[in-house]
């Protein structure tokens, strides 16, 4: 013991194993926190049918950011099967490549406008495939309604009805609904769970079914009664939102149409005399009148679909 060679070796002996012990605490209970941070915000690493998540890294750090949060709120609406670091990497991806292909096939001041229009047509596709899930929602609906009034024609709960309704449809009312009996079984109140589906995909008829359910709740009503008259009125409104739909169609071409035309007239002014239009951006005026050709094909798209855009 009074050996100082040997207190110093077993001193650096029972060092190294506190760092090794520590080390290894420090790594699991890391690994802990990003697994309960994947369930908490509902984007695990790997999906119902096994696949591994891409981006892990980039998905962990975008969700503690504002950015990362709204994306990730605007994806859980769409149904998409994709996390905020994926779609993030996805869009940087294609932004990056409009940049070089706009700036290699036009003019290298096309470049940026093409990564803007690239960064916009993300928030439009995720409109797009969020309006999907609502027009699909809606045509699920007399479905709903018709098993919720069997079901409670039958004498089950209208809490077990809905969790009845989720097992049985499709997505997305399948999936929707089954969120709402999960929030259910936690405690959640029927006007709470209720509510936040009509906030999650908002429509006329999905408001109408939500209040319907809601006051028979409340007030103790034939909710039978209510639901079976709800399902012939769903299903008129179904035809009628696809008939307007079909008229409309045309006009929607014509929306994308416009745009396109644009962008043809450029490749072909720009193939038919090479350089032309890196010589026309290369000026402050020439930049200044492409800027204005391009707002205005923007507002005539807008135009165009708010002319064809009828609410039903």
């Not at 605490?25 to 941070?37: H, I, N, P, T, V």
């Not at 098993?147 to 999936?175: F, I, K, Y």
Request: charged content about 20%; hydrophobic content about 50%; some cysteine.
């Amino acid at each position: 013991m009074n050996n100082p060679a040997l207190l110093a070796l077993g001193a650096t002996v029972l060092c190294g194993t506190l760092a090794v012990a520590g080390a290894h605490a420090y790594a699991s209970g890391r690994a802990q926190r990003r697994a309960l941070e994947d369930r908490l915000e509902g984007s695990p690493l790997r999906a119902a049918a096994g696949r591994v998540r891409r981006f892990a890294a980039v998905d962990r750090r975008l969700r503690r950011t504002r950015l990362g949060r709204g994306i990730q709120l605007r994806l859980s609406a769409t149904g998409l099967d994709l996390t905020a670091g994926e779609f993030f990497t996805y869009v940087l991806a294609v932004v990056v490549a409009l940049w070089l292909i706009a700036s290699a096939a036009l003019a290298p001041f096309f470049g940026p406008i093409a990564a803007l229009i690239g960064i916009w047509g993300a928030g439009i596709f995720l409109n797009w495939q969020r309006q999907r899930r609502i027009e699909a929602f809606i045509n699920q609906l007399p479905d709903v309604a018709r098993l919720l009034a069997n079901a409670t024609a039958a004498g089950l709960a209208l809490r077990t009805a809905l969790a009845m309704a989720a097992e049985e449809l499709e997505a997305p009312a399948g999936e929707e609904l089954a969120r709402v009996a999960d929030q259910l079984a936690l405690g959640h109140s029927i006007d709470d769970a209720l509510g936040e589906l009509a906030d999650r995909l908002p429509s006329r008829e999905l408001v109408v079914l939500v209040t319907t359910l809601i006051l028979s709740n409340k007030a103790g009503g034939s909710v039978v009664s209510s639901l079976r008259n709800l399902t012939t009125t769903l299903e008129d409104r179904k035809e009628t939102r696809r008939e307007v739909r079909t008229m409309l169609s045309e006009v929607n071409a014509t929306a994308f149409t416009v745009p396109l035309l644009g962008l043809g007239s450029l490749l072909l002014i720009n193939s038919s005399n090479e350089g032309a239009l890196e010589r026309v951006t290369g000026s402050g005026l020439g930049q200044t009148l492409v800027l204005i050709s391009l707002g205005l094909y923007t507002v005539g798209f807008f135009v165009i679909r708010r002319l064809g855009k009828i609410e039903v």
